[in-house]
Each structure stands twice: as C-alpha cells, then as structure tokens.
C-alpha cells in the first residue's frame, strides 16, 4: 500500500480500544458464541432480535437491533475469517444484499502478560463521506456502549461458562 493509499484508507476508517478484564479466549468465544453475541451485542438500551445465526467463515448473523422506542433496525454480519483467540473479519451493514453503506470490520483480541485482553475493532467504510455520517450520528459513543455492555456480560459470567 502505497502513501496515497494508506491515507485514503485512514480517511474512511474508525477504529475502538478497549481492554477486558479477561482471558483473550473468553472475549473471543463472547463475539462468536451464538447465545452470548445477541444478548450483549449493541448499544446501552438497545436489544437484539436474532432471525438466523451461522458464526462460521461466509456465515451469516442476521438479526433485529431494537431500539428503547422499539424502533428496529436490520442488521447482517457475514463473517469472511474467524481466527480463533485472535482474529475476527466480517462485514456489517443492513439486512439487504450489496448494501451500499456495508463496513468491513476487522477485530483483533491482544493477550496481554496481566491475562487481560485488549480488543481492537476497525471499520472500514466505504467512503469518507460514510465515515464522516457514521461518526456523526454517534457511532463511536455507542460502539464504545456496545464493548461496554461486553465487559459487563464477562464480568457477570464465570470463567469457563460454570
């Protein structure tokens, strides 16, 4: 990649740290395991409605995000590589085939010495312009809600699913 390109990708790319209080293993299985994903998945008050769920390489997790109001909004994950503890790649964007507006998203799990794990999530849009409405509708804020909501659910769960 050369310098143009790289800043053209930096241009439409938004990118959340956090670090869990937990194994690496343990974040990792909370993003592919099909009863935890939709049960802490999207942001503070939102809830999510699963109506098909295949967490396997072209997989595909279909699903409602609802709203406080009720308001529901389409959601489709296809998951393109799942590298177990360390990487996942999917795009995300509505329920509808070629989504003009799909992101591609690449999370990375980190153990780190202290048995932490930090999680990092790039979305690459499809333009600046997308990157720019995203942001400005509160993306961030509320990505940062959803990894939030994950570190609750690990920390209310004991290790080992006991």
């Keep these: 990649m050369d310098d143009t390109q790289y800043r053209e990708a930096i241009a439409r790319e938004i990118v959340l740290t956090r670090t869990f209080d937990a194994p690496r293993e343990r974040v990792f299985d909370a993003w592919t395991d099909p009863e935890s994903i939709p049960a802490w998945y999207g942001p503070d008050g939102y809830t999510c409605e699963t109506r098909s769920i295949d967490i396997t390489v072209d997989g595909r997790w279909c699903f409602d995000m609802i709203a406080p109001d009720g308001q529901r909004f389409s959601n489709r994950m296809t998951f393109l590589e799942i590298a177990r503890p360390s ?63 994950l570190a609750a659910r690990l920390a209310s769960e004991p290790p080992g699913g006991e």
């Design 87 to 149: 990487r996942l790649v999917l795009d995300h964007g509505e329920d509808v085939d070629d989504d003009p507006n799909r992101f591609h998203v690449t999370v990375t799990f980190d153990e780190q010495a202290d048995g932490r794990t930090v999680l990092t999530m790039r979305q690459l849009h499809p333009s600046p312009q997308r990157r720019a409405a995203t942001i400005s509708f509160g993306a961030v804020e509320l990505g940062y809600q959803t990894l939030g909501k």
